[in-house]
C-alpha cells in the first residue's frame, strides 16, 4: 500500500497535472514535487534521475494535482444533500434547509462539522468557504473543527434581518446582534493559523436582508479586511422579490452596489440572470462569482451563460452550493457544469467553438476559484513558492474496466476525471504540506 508522509517536509513522485499561472499546463508523466519544512513548494518539474532525493514518497500511478476550491456551501445543510430536487428555491429554503439551519446549535455544529470537512477532505477539496447558520455559537464550533481538521475555510455566520428562522429573537435587536457577533467572530478568526482561516461576512441574500444590514457589512468586512458573501440573481421568484422589497435599485447587483458591498473580496454566488449593465458593474468592481452548475440544475434555477461571462473579464471559480447542489465533490461540479454549456450550445445560446475543454474546467476549479480568493499567489497549482495544499488521486479507479490503463494524454485524463470520477479516486490531501484526515 502506498505511504504518504503525514508533515513537510517531503518530497513525492507521481504524475503531475496543473494549471500554470503563465496559462499553460503542468503535465508531467513522471515528476518530483519537493515541500519544505514550513509546507512551501520549493521544486517542480521531471523526475531528475540520479540527482533525486533518496527519500521521497513515490506515489505512482497516482496523479498530483492542486486541490479544488469549492467557493460556496452551506454547512448546515449537508444532511438534506439530494432532497428537493426541482423545487423553486424559496419553497426549497423552507421546506429542507431552514428546519436545519434553525436545529444547527453548537451542539450539533460540533458533531457534524468535523465530518464535514472530512468529507469535503476526501472529494479532493483543500480550500472551503462556507456559510453556517444565523448562529454564533456553531459557527465558532465550525472554525474550531477546521482549526483541528487542517482544511483551509472561509467561514461566516449567515445575517438576516428580514424573515429569520430566529423566532426568539426580538426583531428590533437583530441587527444590532447579528453584526456584533459576526464582528467578534471575525475578531477571533480571521487570519487564524497564518491565514488559513478567514472570516466572510455572510448576509444571506437582499431578500432576507435589510439595506442597512448589507451596508454595515460591507463596512465590517473592509475593516477586517475579511470577505463579504452573499447570493445573487438565483432564481426567478427571487429576483421578483428583490425587485418588490428594492423598488429604488436599478437592479439586484444594485442592491449591493448601493451597499458598497462590491469589490475583489466579494463573493457573489450564482449570479446566473444578469442583465448586460449587471454583468459589466460586477466586472468593474472587480468583485468575484462562485458559479454552482450542480446547484443550479438541481433547483431548475437556470443555466449561467458562462462563455459571455468569461469574455466580458469575470472572475469565476466553482461552489458545490452543497445542499442545493447534491454532491460536495467539485469535479461532479465540473461536470454539472461541462453539460450546462453543452446545452447552451445545443439550443444556439452559446459558442460551441469556444467550449471549455475538460483542461480549463480543473483550471477553474483551482486557479480558478484561488484566483476569486485574492490567493493566486499562495494556493491553486504545483508552482514553487506556493503552499503545498496537493491531492494525490488514483486514475485507475476511473477507468470504465478494471485494470485498464488510464489515459495518458491530460486532457483525456481530465476528461475521465470529471466525466467518471470515483468517489474513492482521491487517495489524499495535505494542506500546506499537512496530511488531512479524510475519513
Ligand atoms: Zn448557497
New binding site residues.
Partial sequence: MTSFPAAPPFALRARLLSPLASGRLLDEPDGLVEVNERGRITRVGGWPGAEAPASAFDLRPMVLMPGMVDL?A?LPQIPNAGLGSGLDLLTWLNRYIFPLERAYDRSVAERQAPAAWRGFAAAGTTTVVA?TAVWADSTDAAFAAAEEHGIRAVIGKVMMDRLTYDTDIDPSEILETSLRQSDELASRWHGRDEGRLSYAFTPRFAVSCSAEMLRESALLAKRHGAYWQT?LSEDAGEITEVRRLFPGARDYLDVYDRAGALGSRTLL?HAIHLSDGEVGRLVESGSRVAHCPASNLFLSSGMMPLGAYRSAGMTVGLGS?VA?GPEVSIFSVMRAGAVTQRVLELTGRADAAAALRPLDWVRMATLGGAEALGMQNEIGSLEAGKQADLIALDPRLTTPLPGDEPPGDADDLASRLIFRPHPNMVRSAWVRGRLVDLG
Fill in positions: 460556496h452551506h456559510y447570493h454566488a452550493d442545493a
